[in-house]
């Protein structure tokens, strides 16, 4: 899967000739010229274990997954590991972020919001929230019929990518990208990318499968 999500990545986020910084926190110091990925794990990383193990599908490796998402660098990477909660207030925080970013002179297009499962979910409420704003959004593993699990009715705007596993009951957020205002450009058909395993698509302006 993370191969498949950094050849996808690339859509959204154009890779540079150096690296830049992997932060665990918002940064302190904001570079206007360079690019940021804000990255939501999954549920069962919430809390203080970075590599929880889980009964179904085995370990998640937090520290592992940062490490590939800034393989080939060219971006600032904020991988926050959120606290145990019921609620959707982290959603607010990541805007909050976006619009921190965007105040330091930071463009919307060099922003890329990125949500795995729930992280996804949240990563989704933060976008629809941000959709005037034009940032990028790559969804992964979080749509149900087309639309995002419990949170139906979203609009976003600006590039959509979303990723998923053919082997998962979760697919694309096609009626989720129909329904949003997205920057109008080039639509890329669904491919299977069978040398990986997973089949995932790209899209900025319409349906994703």
Same mark, same amino acid.
């Given at each position: 899967?993370?191969?498949?999500?950094?050849?996808?990545?690339?859509?959204?986020?154009?890779?540079?000739?150096?690296?830049?910084?992997?932060?665990?926190?918002?940064?302190? *110091?904001?570079?206007?010229?360079?690019?940021?990925?804000?990255? #939501?794990?999954?549920?069962?990383?919430?809390?203080?274990?970075?590599?929880?193990?889980?009964?179904?599908?085995?370990?998640?490796? !937090?520290?592992?997954?940062?490490?590939?998402?800034?393989?080939?660098?060219? !971006?600032?990477?904020?991988?926050?590991?959120?606290?145990?909660?019921?609620?959707? #207030?982290?959603?607010?925080?990541?805007?909050?972020?976006?619009?921190?970013?965007?105040?330091?002179?930071?463009?919307?297009?060099?922003?890329?919001?990125?949500? !795995? *499962?729930?992280?996804?979910?949240?990563?989704?409420?933060? *976008?629809?929230?941000?959709?005037?704003?034009?940032?990028?959004?790559?969804?992964?593993?979080?749509?149900?019929?087309?639309?995002? #699990?419990?949170?139906?009715?979203?609009?976003?705007?600006?590039?959509?990518?979303?990723?998923?596993?053919? *082997?998962?009951?979760?697919?694309?957020?096609?009626?989720?990208?129909?329904?949003?205002?997205?920057?109008?450009?080039?639509?890329?058909?669904?491919?299977?990318?069978?040398?990986?395993?997973?089949? !995932? #698509?790209?899209?900025?302006?319409?349906?994703?499968?």
């Amino acid at each position: 899967m993370d191969r498949v999500f950094l050849l996808a990545l690339v859509v959204l986020i154009p890779i540079g000739a150096r690296a830049v910084e992997t932060y665990d926190h918002f940064p302190d *110091s904001i570079h206007a010229t360079e690019r940021y990925v804000i990255y #939501s794990h999954g549920l069962i990383v919430e809390g203080s274990d970075p590599m929880p193990v889980s009964p179904k599908y085995g370990q998640y490796d !937090f520290p592992a997954i940062k490490q590939s998402l800034f393989k080939d660098g060219g !971006f600032n990477l904020i991988a926050y590991q959120r606290p145990k909660s019921s609620d959707d #207030s982290y959603a607010d925080t990541l805007k909050s972020w976006v619009h921190r970013l965007i105040d330091a002179g930071v463009a919307p297009n060099r922003i890329t919001l990125v949500g !795995f *499962s729930r992280g996804a979910q949240l990563t989704a409420l933060a *976008s629809n929230g941000l959709a005037s704003a034009g940032i990028n959004t790559a969804l992964m593993a979080i749509c149900e019929n087309g639309e995002v #699990s419990h949170a139906p009715g979203l609009n976003l705007g600006g590039n959509l990518l979303s990723i998923y596993e053919t *082997s998962d009951d979760l697919g694309s957020c096609g009626k989720l990208a129909a329904r949003s205002h997205l920057s109008p450009s080039k639509r890329y058909p669904s491919r299977p990318a069978r040398s990986m395993g997973p089949s !995932f #698509s790209r899209c900025r302006s319409g349906y994703i499968h």
